[in-house]
């Protein structure tokens, strides 16, 4: 088979692709997000994505860069459709060390969508600098640049909290 | 102290963040809702326009314009049958009047002639 969405789709193709990777979707729009509400939209814009892609019988090779993909996309643009940016710390799996993160939360929500994007990506996916720079559609070069500057402003962010 | 302890990496408090997100779970089930719109959608779409296409009188295959003429010209003969026939009309229907021959001689269409002619007079 050329690709993963080759061939007949049935609709049980596209239950399994979703509920293979509901979780996963669900965990990067977290990272990226930083709320679980928000999270859930996201998971649930990027299954009807996933879904019309499949029924249009998208040829795709790597399922999960490409999910991860429209995942960052989604995540991103319903970001920026807010108008404030800041998160609302909230996990869903609290832990003893849920202070040092919901401080790690408000920090990052003071970040830019394009830097917490990247941290994101970096820092949760360990992604490549190459594969980072595919998932944004933007140069290596730029990759490097953003994720330093990223950090720098994190950094900032996370000293004015003493 | 305590928190400046705590803020002391940066690396490693985004990693320890990001751990914590690779650990939480959905709570909320996906809603079935979108995708029953995306799939029911366009079919419902179609199986309008097809119901509402074969309840619609629709033009013959030639024109609108055509359809449109031949449509008005029999709603008009429609109208001139149903008015009240009167003298001339019944003669010129060709029914036989009484006393006249129902046709079939040479010589009666002589007098349709003449009866026009008084007619236009």
Known sequence: ?????????????????????RVRIYRLALAISGASDRAEDITQEVSCRISAAIVNKRDVRNQWAWIRQITVHCAVDALKRRETTELTPDLAAPDPNIQRALLVATT?????????????????????????????????????SRLHHAKIRFREEWEKED | MGERRLKQNVDDALREFYAECGRATPIRKLSWRPFLVMAIGPAAVLLMVLVFSSVA?????????????????????????????????SRSSGEPNRGEPSGGKPGGGKRD?????CCDA
């Not at chain 1, 007949?8 to 239950?15: I, L, M, P, S, T």
């Not at chain 2, 002639?113 to 002619?117: E, F, H, I, L």
Request: proline share 6%.
């Open chain 1, 1 to 21: 088979m050329s690709g993963f969405f080759a061939g007949a789709v049935r609709v049980e193709d596209v239950d399994t692709i979703l509920r293979r990777f």
């Open chain 1, 108 to 144: 990052l929500g003071r970040l830019s969508v394009e830097h917490r994007t990247i941290l994101a990506l970096s820092f949760f996916e360990d992604l490549s600098y190459q594969e980072i720079a595919d998932t944004l559609a933007i140069p290596i070069g730029s990759v490097s």
């Open chain 2, 57 to 89: 009188p629709s033009p013959p295959q030639a024109s609108v314009g055509q359809w449109l003429l031949e449509h008005q010209e029999r709603s008009t003969s429609t109208a001139q049958a149903t008015t009240p026939p009167d003298k001339h009309s």
């Open chain 2, 113 to 117: 002639d003449r009866r026009n002619a």
